[in-house]
Each structure stands twice: as C-alpha cells, then as structure tokens.
C-alpha cells in the first residue's frame, strides 16, 4: 500500500531552478525521515538531502549545498526539493525515499522508494 510519487522533473537550462515534489500515500511508520537521491547514466545512485519527520533539520551532499533546500509539508503528506542555480552535472533521475529511522544520509537505510523523476539541465 505504501507508495511514493515524485513530480516536477523535466528540461531547465543551466542556471535555471526546479522544484521537485514527492507525495506518500498509505503506512509507511509513523514518523519517517525522508531523503533525496540522484543516479546519472554510469553512476551509482548518490545521496542528494535528507530531513528528519520534524523537519528540524536538514542534510545535503557536498555538491548541491547551497544551491538545494530539502523540504516537508507532513499535513499534505509531501516532501519537496527546490534545486536553483542547476548545472549539468545536476542532469540526472531523482528519487525520493522514507526510512524508519529519524534519519538517514545512506542509501541502504532507506525502506521504500519512489519511481524516480528525469531533471536534465542544459547547458
């Protein structure tokens, strides 16, 4: 019954910004951390952000801080990420996922998983 959808992905030029979304639906637990992964072609999956059921904090790769705001809304179920001054290297599909744990900057940690959505940047 769990299930994660991501939204928001698609074509932005270098520079450019695009907020993505990633709505739960049915049991996942009862105060799940959230997170943000990224796989570009040849590459192995690479942690993104991650943000804990209270939303206290928040966690980011070396290579998009700064630039990426994880988020959460836990009223609308939703996890957010706003991704600005995008560059190519960004180019890649984005996943969101829930974990059991308060929270969590690995990969195996996490328990379910969306089906990912394309963001590419053009230069």
């Known amino acids: 019954q769990v299930q994660l959808v991501e939204s928001g992905g698609g074509l932005v030029q270098a520079g450019g910004s695009l907020r993505l979304s990633c709505a739960a639906s049915g049991h996942i637990f009862s105060s799940p951390g959230m997170g943000w992964f990224r796989q570009a072609p040849g590459k192995e999956r690479e942690f993104v952000a991650a943000?804990?059921?209270?939303?206290?904090?928040?966690y980011y790769s070396d290579s998009v801080k700064g630039r990426f705001t994880i988020s959460r809304d836990n009223a609308k179920n939703t996890v957010y990420l706003q991704m600005n001054s995008l560059k190519p290297e960004d180019t890649a599909v984005y996943y969101c996922?829930?974990?059991?744990?308060?929270?969590?900057?690995?990969?195996?940690?996490?328990?379910?998983w969306g089906q990912g959505t394309q963001v590419t940047v053009s230069s």
């Open positions: 996922a829930a974990t059991r744990r308060w929270q969590s900057t690995t990969l195996s940690e996490y328990d379910y």
């Open positions: 943000i804990p059921y209270s939303g206290s904090k928040t």
